[in-house]
């Protein structure tokens, strides 16, 4: 039996957590901007997931938080003075520019990163980019950290290969794995790599534009390279404008893969036909199954709404067929609850499914699948992950009292302009340095 297996690193949510509506094309965080957020109950929706699939058997990892507000970003575009200084002057003459500073964003690790596991690339490694996010200015910040994140946790050479986030003015536009996924017959196997993209650097433009892409073909192409995938056994696939525009602004809202499994919508890709096509060729021998959700069972508009393929598709130990987690929107959305209900009796590998509880996270337009970024390692591999970010029963209880320690219960947009908020986020980062033996790391305990 194979010790390869997929490790879920979640993201840690931030004690900044708030609903600033920053993210063009995502109509949950459009549409819950300015309501008031609870970070500690946020924290701890997380933290509680993460529980549910270790007690479930499922090797977990935890990514921690950007230090936030992010005041170097403020200092360099004008500010100056103390730090409490300039959270003022920054609220007064440029507020949403401090609200981009202030973004817990980061809490989304699927956007993270892509990863390619060891028996995928060429010199035997598993590779690592960070997404650069340029989309988005609040996102486009975090690459930096999120490399010193990884590099943190998987800090042998031998076995790991960090890159840079993809530099490149306005091209080369990179989300992560939000846009990536892997099928393979066994974890452990080569596998396939599928990039989705939904526009082209340095080709026509899109035809529709109501939100933007994010994804561009030359920034997947640039990451196969560098990461030394095999050509064969990389498919790139382009993103339907249909579920662009209707608020699937990454592809993970409406796909998602597990081993041999592509889970996805009718309408999630351009040419399903030749995509198909692609990755059978690519796969081999071996089966692979396309699972398609009907629109006439499960609307676009539904399966965005709910959140149903922002899941985690999932092998349990000791537990026949897949599971999906999914979020508590997809019990209660009537059509999806009743597809999912059908699709558990009918003959695929998906046969079971778990809802976990992750409203806060939802409101900003995140399910459970854009909290975790995926990194398959074999059993050598995982002897060399920092442990102090492998989840354990003791650091969820750790990790619970730190929340309840730092977190408020509630932030509002006019709470931002508070420069107590800087002094807590930073307490609390302060805090878990010490609970996850960093020492220094962030760039406040470094001056």
Same mark, same amino acid.
């Given at each position: ?111 993270? +990163?892509?990863? #390619?596991?060891?028996?995928? !690339? *060429?010199?035997? =490694?598993? $590779?690592?980019?960070? &997404?650069?996010?340029?989309? /988005? ?75 933007? +892409?994010?994804? #561009?073909?030359?920034?997947? !192409? *640039?990451?196969? =390279?560098? $990461?030394?995938?095999? &050509?064969?056994?990389?498919? /790139? ?211």
């Amino acid at each position: 039996m194979s010790q390869t297996v997929e490790m879920n690193f979640d993201g840690l949510i931030g004690s900044t957590h708030n609903y600033a509506g920053l993210s063009q094309g995502n109509l949950a965080s459009t549409n819950n901007a300015k309501l008031v957020s609870q970070p500690r109950r946020a924290a701890k929706e997380g933290l509680a997931k993460m529980q549910r699939l270790h007690q479930l058997g499922l090797k977990q990892g935890i990514l921690i938080p950007h230090e936030r507000p992010h005041i170097p970003t403020l200092r360099q575009l004008g500010f100056s003075g103390t730090d409490q200084a300039i959270v003022e002057k920054a609220h007064k003459s440029a507020p949403g520019l401090l609200a981009m500073c202030y973004s817990a964003s980061s809490m989304w690790a699927a956007n993270a +990163a892509t990863v #390619s596991p060891s028996s995928d !690339t *060429a010199d035997g =490694r598993v $590779h690592f980019t960070p &997404a650069n996010l340029k989309s /988005m200015f609040h996102r486009s910040i975090e690459h930096k950290m999120t490399g010193n994140i990884l590099k943190a946790i998987f800090n042998n050479d031998r076995y790991f290969s960090h890159h840079d986030a993809l530099s490149g003015g306005v091209h080369l536009g990179d989300e992560g794995a939000a846009n990536h996924n892997r099928l393979c017959n066994d974890y452990g196997e080569q596998g396939v790599e599928l990039f989705i993209f939904g526009k082209h650097d340095f080709g026509p433009a899109r035809t529709s534009s109501r939100f933007p +892409a994010r994804q #561009s073909l030359e920034a997947s !192409t *640039a990451i196969a =390279r560098r $990461h030394g995938l095999s &050509a064969d056994k990389v498919v /790139m696939a382009s993103q339907s404008s249909q579920v662009i525009d209707a608020g699937g602004f990454h592809n993970d809202v409406v796909s998602v893969s597990n081993k041999n499994v592509l889970f996805m919508h009718e309408l999630a890709f351009t040419d399903k036909a030749s995509l198909f096509k692609e990755v059978a060729s690519a796969f081999g021998e071996q089966e692979v199954h396309f699972i398609q959700v009907p629109e006439h069972k499960v609307s676009l508009d539904n399966a965005i709404k709910s959140y149903l393929f922002n899941s985690q598709l999932v092998n349990i130990p000791g537990t026949d067929g897949m599971t999906l987690i999914l979020p508590m929107e997809s019990q209660e959305n009537p059509s999806v609850h009743s597809y999912l209900m059908d699709l558990i009796e009918q003959d695929t590998p998906i046969k079971h499914v778990e809802f976990v509880d992750v409203r806060q996270s939802m409101r900003n337009g995140g399910g459970p699948a854009c909290l975790r970024l995926r990194v398959v390692l074999n059993e050598q591999e995982r002897t060399q992950v920092n442990p102090s970010f492998v989840f354990t029963d003791e650091l969820f209880l750790t990790l619970n009292t730190w929340v309840d320690k730092h977190y408020r219960d509630e932030l509002c947009s006019a709470d931002l302009a508070d420069p107590t908020l800087l002094c807590e986020s930073r307490a609390a980062l302060d805090e878990l340095t010490q609970i996850m033996k960093l020492g220094s790391f962030y760039e406040f305990q470094q001056v």
